[in-house]
């Protein structure tokens, strides 16, 4: 399923997929959902709700940057990077996350498949120390 405001001109949308053009100047805002299952129902909240989450998680975002104590050279990429890493955090258990991704082989064809959703203790050692030194 597509939605979308009216800024956004749909071209084709067909089971193969959807094209469209969205023009926004400087300073406008859109938004545009895609959700997707597999045999399953779908939930589809109002766009209105989807654009109020987004504003949610914003300001969620925000005010957990603002904790962070790192004053240095570079408190952009910090701040950017400390964000990236705080979306390891996996709810149901607590545990930091290998990474973003699951499942991908070292190499194509090999045979070393692992599931990155699990936590590996050196890297979340490097984490916490991480977020230890920004304060988060």
Not at 14 to 42: F, K, W, Y
Not at 112 to 117: E, G, L, T
């Amino acid at each position: 399923m597509f939605l979308h405001d009216h800024h956004v001109h749909i071209d084709r949308k067909d089971d193969m997929g959807v094209r469209a053009v969205l023009r926004l100047a400087a300073g406008q805002r859109s938004v545009v959902a895609i959700i997707a299952g597999r045999d399953e129902p779908l939930v589809v909240p109002p766009l209105a709700l989807i654009d109020e989450r987004i504003d949610g998680s914003h300001r969620e975002w925000c005010q957990w940057s603002k904790g962070l104590v790192y004053d240095g050279p570079h408190q952009t990429q910090v701040v950017r990077n400390a964000l990236a890493l705080k979306l390891l955090l996996s709810s149901p258990s607590g545990s930091i996350m290998a990474a973003a991704t699951s499942s991908l082989p070292e190499r194509i064809g090999g045979s070393k498949n692992y599931d990155y959703r699990f936590s590996w203790i050196r890297d979340a050692g490097y984490t916490i120390e991480a977020f230890l030194g920004i304060g988060a």
